[in-house]
């Protein structure tokens, strides 16, 4: 039973020494009841007390963390409904599910193709996190595991209602790992658990209706198996999304038979819905998504959607502090200069390389925020400029020496010409859209 804010502030040292970043214990015991911070962020609870505060501060949804050599992935340990609420914390593993059907070497084809996929997002390397493999047949089973093994380390959902086909896929892979069984039923639970047990692997649950999903991970837990993920499963995009959502409401308000990570098949979905399902439980709220059809176009749009979903509200949005060769340029082309708040890049890149000109953008650290916003706040100056100018190793890459500032920090000029005696200083535009104008006019 969860206890109440009051409850809670009457097992804290209500010393109000502020230390969590609350003015009062009463104000954290309040956040602490509604799982929107941790327990551990008072430093000064007691043992008894945190024995005590134990249910009250677990996460609403367990953890669950598949392990291989290639990586791990993790889904849970979510506490809000909506993202602006706090944040969303473990991006929702994206596999790709390939069934034992389709013969070794078309498996090991595309098990290798989905682990060397790779998407450099702003500076970010974005890749895919498993390999779901769906099985017919033991022996079958075996060989596609074992094929997937060949070429790929990521993670794995091994996926089928039969126990025997199951065990003949576990016993290909490492000890260490920690796989996902797929496919408890309400018929085969008991024999899954043990192997799930057996090999501490994680297992789903596969229901059509929330009631048999949470009579299912009861008997379950009574049964030692602790970590279970839900497969709620559907075919209209309204209904998976219904029952997502009813899941993650439930499990906020900890009712802890449904307190797990969901995995949602969007090859499950109604003919020709795949994408959008798979789309739709990124959103809301799977913790693992799993495709049937892989393409380097589907997997780029959902790692990316993704990203934007999983960014910290709190936080803004930033790329990587670099230097981004726009269209190919050459040692005689100009050095742009903006801020690392990922809008403001984007505005500033967007315009240049739709221009054709040819640029190098020097993306200064700024902490994220825009050219105003970080000069006000001291974040971005002529001295922080120079400093990603040398950072970069501009003065080795361009003959011209050519740099310009953006219009809004026009005052920053004078210092710049200190701070880079050797470079021409230019102020450019205010606004990004008249920076082709701008280069057209003055740098060519
Ligand atoms: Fe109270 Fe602990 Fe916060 Fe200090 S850190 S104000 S003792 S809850």
Known sequence: MALSGIEIYKLLPQTNCKECGFPTCLAFSMKLAAKQVELDDCPYVTDESKATLAESSAPPIRLIELKAAGGTTKAGNEVVLFRHEKTFYNRPGVFVRIADTEGAEAIAATAAAVESFVVDYVGLELKLDGIAVQGSAPDSFAEAVEAVRGVSGLPLALVSQDAAVLEAGLG???????????????????????????????????????????????????????????????????????????????????????????????????????????????????????????????????????????????????????????????????????????????SVAN?????????????????????LTAWAAGKFDAERIAKSVKEFGMADKVDAKTIVLPGHVAVLSGELEEELPDWDVKVGPREAVDLPAFMKAVLA
């Open 172 to 346: 290909v892979l490492d000890e260490a790992e920690v796989p996902l069984l797929v496919g408890a039923t309400t018929d085969n639970w008991e024999a899954l658990a043990g192997l799930a047990a057996g090999r501490g692997a994680a297992l789903a649950v596969s229901g059509t209706d929330l009631d048999a999903l949470a009579e299912l991970t009861e008997r379950l837990t009574d049964a030692g198996v602790e970590d279970l993920v839900l497969h709620p499963s559907a075919s209209g995009l309204g209904a998976r999304l219904a029952m997502q959502t009813q899941i993650r409401r439930l499990a906020l308000k900890n009712f802890r038979p449904l307190g797990y990570p969901t995995i949602a098949f969007a090859g499950e979905a109604a003919d020709g819905l795949e994408t959008s399902a798979a789309a739709q439980a990124i959103a809301k709220y799977a913790g693992f998504v799993v495709v049937d059809t892989f393409t380097p176009e589907l997997a780029y749009a959902l790692l990316v959607l993704r990203e934007n979903i999983y960014t910290d509200p709190q936080k803004p949005i930033q790329v990587l502090p670099a230097v981004y060769e726009i269209n190919n340029p050459k040692s005689s082309d100009p050095v742009l200069v903006t801020t690392n708040f990922s809008i403001t890049y984007f």
């Open 351 to 371: 315009e240049v390389e739709g221009s054709g000109l040819p640029a190098w953008l020097v993306v200064t650290d700024a902490e994220g925020m825009s050219v």
